[in-house]
């Protein structure tokens, strides 16, 4: 699988949009690119995934760069809640290596 | 809430000590995959279990080993423990195994300490 760059850490306003990079430059044709996030050493949670397209559900939209090189995760309106470590992992298998994350700060 | 489950919460044991965990998987999920957390670290695939078969090991050492029941729960066993085993061990389950496009949802995990 490929390998994953992020940010170690970021911050936002509450209520403002929170975009996190992540750059996956080696990924190959058939790896999808996922995003979890993990809040006080819970299980991660699934948020998005896509292989091509930009992808929107209830929690995020994801926007993956037409080489899908890198993608960029957005929480449209951050709340404080959101603060968490986010990883984002692309995977062509049945196991997710994951990276060390970004450490998302939401303040108010 | 993922439906996946894993017990217990915490747990402390000795070096050189043996230690089970288990995993119920979400209804429907076939797949079964393990991952070990150390403090600060993203998590690291253990294993994965698909229709009781094993079916892909990360870089762990033998004595990790697991087992998956009729009904798609799961066990992790670690002999011999060491003091680098103390982590969050998480269990993550999937609809099928080798498809990337198969969410795995992830279960709250178990803490392990082992002293």
């Known amino acids: 699988d490929a390998k994953t760059t992020q940010p170690t850490s970021m911050d936002c306003a509450e209520g403002r949009a929170a975009n996190l990079p992540c750059n996956h430059s080696?990924?190959?044709?058939?790896?999808?690119v996922y995003w979890y996030r993990q809040i006080h050493s819970q299980g991660p949670q699934y948020i998005i995934h896509?292989?091509?397209n930009n992808e929107t559900n209830e929690m995020a939209s994801l926007i993956i760069t037409e080489d899908r090189k890198s993608s960029t995760l957005i929480l449209p309106h951050a709340t404080l809640r959101d603060t968490a470590v986010y990883y984002c992992?692309?995977?062509?298998?049945?196991?997710?290596?994951f990276g060390d994350g970004t450490t998302l700060t939401v303040k108010p | 809430e993922t439906g996946v489950t894993q017990s217990p919460t915490h747990l402390i044991k000795t070096r050189g000590q043996q230690v089970t965990l288990r995993c119920s998987s979400q209804?429907?999920?076939?797949?079964v995959s393990w991952y070990q957390q150390a403090l600060g670290q993203g998590p690291q695939f253990i294993f994965q279990?698909?229709?009781?078969?094993?079916?892909g090991r990360g870089n762990f050492p033998p004595r990790f080993s697991g087992l998956q029941f009729p009904n798609y729960s799961s066990e992790l066993n670690v002999n011999a423990l060491e003091l680098d085993d103390s982590a969050l061990y998480l269990c993550a389950s999937s609809l099928e195994p080798a498809g990337a496009g198969e969410t795995q949802y992830f279960g709250p995990g178990t803490r392990l300490l082992v002293l």
């Open positions: 209804s429907g999920h076939n797949t």
């Open positions: 992992i692309v995977r062509s298998s049945g196991k997710s290596t």
């Open positions: 080696t990924i190959s044709g058939n790896e999808y």
């Open positions: 279990y698909y229709r009781e078969e094993e079916n």
């Open positions: 896509g292989l091509k």
